[in-house]
């Protein structure tokens, strides 16, 4: 089975950055798609970015321009660089990945990690 393991979460004013970190005990993250999911209190958990292994990428709305997924195939390591914090973002962010060749927002993603929070003051 593959563990996904998130960090990098904390708190942070409005206006802030943050870098989650998904550490994937495989020897290649390049073969998964990997996504970043967020649950806010009270309600549903919510896709926030994808990376497909072509390297295309797919970003909610209220996070576009704002917050950038990658990931380093030599550290088997996806990120989310999150910039310009809102209140709004808020939540348990939970990283996951699929050996799919094409993910979304949709996607049964087989791995999940065990979430990092994110808390942003205004």
């Known amino acids: 089975a593959v563990r996904l393991v998130e960090s990098g979460g904390g708190s942070v004013q409005a206006g802030g950055s943050l870098r989650l970190s998904c550490k994937a005990s495989?020897?290649?993250?390049?073969?998964?798609?990997m996504a970043w999911f967020r649950q806010a209190p009270g309600k549903e958990r919510e896709g926030v970015a994808v990376?497909?292994?072509?390297?295309?990428?797919i970003y909610v709305d209220a996070v576009k321009g704002r917050f950038s997924i990658s990931k380093d195939n030599g550290v088997n390591t996806a990120y989310l660089q999150m910039s310009s914090l809102k209140s709004e973002d808020t939540a348990m962010y939970y990283c996951?990945?699929?050996?799919?060749?094409?993910?979304?927002?949709?996607?049964?993603?087989?791995?999940w990690g065990q979430g990092t929070q994110v808390s942003v003051s205004s």
């Open positions: 495989v020897y290649n993250v390049g073969g998964f798609c």
């Open positions: 996951a990945a699929d050996w799919r060749f094409q993910c979304g927002f949709g996607t049964p993603f087989s791995y």
């Open positions: 990376l497909n292994k072509d390297g295309s990428t």
